[in-house]
């Protein structure tokens, strides 16, 4: 993403939580002059889970900001990532908050206040209700197309809260029809549903700074989109690390005719990253196997190997055979599955010594590849 529309996104961002901002605050005033008239702690706890909420959207601006500065010596990848860490805090922000609120309800439930509901309390949830609900959809839509964790936790938040205002709308009316005061138990439900938000996205977050596997969907389409090119034979040992929502870099090896020169090879591998870069916006670094059209009875050693090893436990595929000519050495690589990790060395080794007593003459050596991507 080049700096012009980088900085569109982060405008973007920024005016969104704004809006939310300003939304918040106002409901924040208008829920605690009727908790507070009403005596009841569900009301003003929802009108502290706002305030929090347009806490969240001040360090969204924030994270946004620093997000977008360019890229340096020290940070020659950008500083995207603190868009991650921004999502982290606002997630810590919702958890204590969802903690204390707890709390409160709990000894609400057991030392219950008198409340005062009114058609007063009803209209204002009921506005409250509706204007969570846009804002929720408006933030998240946002979110996502901008790819911002922490805007698109904002909205998921904000639509949690239109549930959790219902909920003390049900609960205002329930105790007008009846007089029994449901205001700490309403309470205690409205803190468990903040508590299950804030652990959603600091999971979400959480493996994104870890690096979770891609997307099977975009890995395949991308393998594919580069065996569209007459000269790719096959794609393999594709890495996609990101460096923030916008930033996404990454590696791929590709298998071409053993007789492209040094000059198309350089060719191939400019035109292909150039391609995924315009169609994904992924900066890929691309090596290369030689696939062996020369030599026949190499061919057919390659076909007796994959035809023994591919009947081994854990074996997804194979790729990169080779020959050193001058020692008759053979090397490949073998993508093993996760499931396998334990006994990976193992059975690397096991086959090693097994082909060079099936093929004598012969030594190998196998390279061990993980199941990074589909």
């Not at 890995?219 to 923030?244: F, P, S, W």
């Not at 061919?299 to 190997?305: I, K, R, S």
């Not at 010594?353 to 199941?371: M, S, Y």
């Amino acid at each position: 993403m080049d700096r012009r529309t980088e900085g569109a996104r982060g405008r973007r961002i920024v005016r969104t939580s704004l809006v939310a901002i300003g939304t918040n605050l106002c409901l924040v005033a208008f829920k605690m002059a009727v908790g507070l008239l009403a005596n009841s702690i569900a009301i003003v706890l929802d009108a502290m889970n706002n305030l929090s909420d347009a806490l969240s959207s001040v360090i969204t601006i924030l994270g946004t900001k620093l997000a977008g500065r360019p890229p340096d010596k020290k940070h020659p990848f950008g500083y995207g990532r603190v868009e991650y860490l921004t999502a982290i805090l606002i997630a810590g922000i919702v958890l204590f908050a969802g903690v204390s609120f707890t709390v409160t309800s709990v000894q609400k439930i057991f030392l219950p206040d008198q409340t005062h509901y009114s058609l007063v309390t009803v209209a204002v949830i009921s506005v409250a209700i509706v204007t969570k609900l846009l804002l929720g959809r408006y933030t998240k839509r946002v979110g996502w197309e901008t790819g911002s964790d922490a805007l698109a936790a904002s909205g998921a938040d904000a639509t949690f809260d239109a549930v959790i205002s219902a909920g003390t709308l049900a609960g205002a009316l329930v105790t007008m029809g009846t007089g029994y005061n449901l205001d700490g138990w309403i309470g205690v439900v409205i803190s468990l549903v903040i508590l299950r938000s804030s652990v959603e996205m600091l999971k979400d977050t959480f493996n994104n700074i870890v690096g979770c596997r891609s997307d099977s969907s975009l890995t395949r389409e991308i393998k594919a989109r580069l065996c569209t090119m007459e000269e790719i034979l096959g794609a393999y040992d594709l890495v996609i690390h990101n460096y923030g929502p916008t930033k996404s870099m990454g590696a791929v090896n590709v298998s071409v005719y053993d007789w492209h020169t040094a000059s198309e090879l350089h060719d191939i591998s400019k035109r292909a990253q150039n391609m995924i870069l315009r169609e994904y916006k992924i900066l890929l670094y691309i090596g290369f196997y030689a696939v062996n059209t020369q030599n026949k009875s190499l061919q057919a050693l390659e076909q007796a190997v994959w035809d023994y090893v591919k009947e081994q436990p854990y074996v997804l595929s194979m790729h990169a055979f080779y020959e050193d000519c001058r020692t008759k050495d053979i090397s490949f690589d073998l993508v093993i599955d996760f499931s396998g990790s334990r006994e990976r060395v193992a059975l690397v080794r096991r086959l090693e010594e097994t082909l060079a007593q099936r093929h004598p003459g012969h030594r190998f050596t196998i390279g061990l590849d993980r199941d990074f991507s589909d």
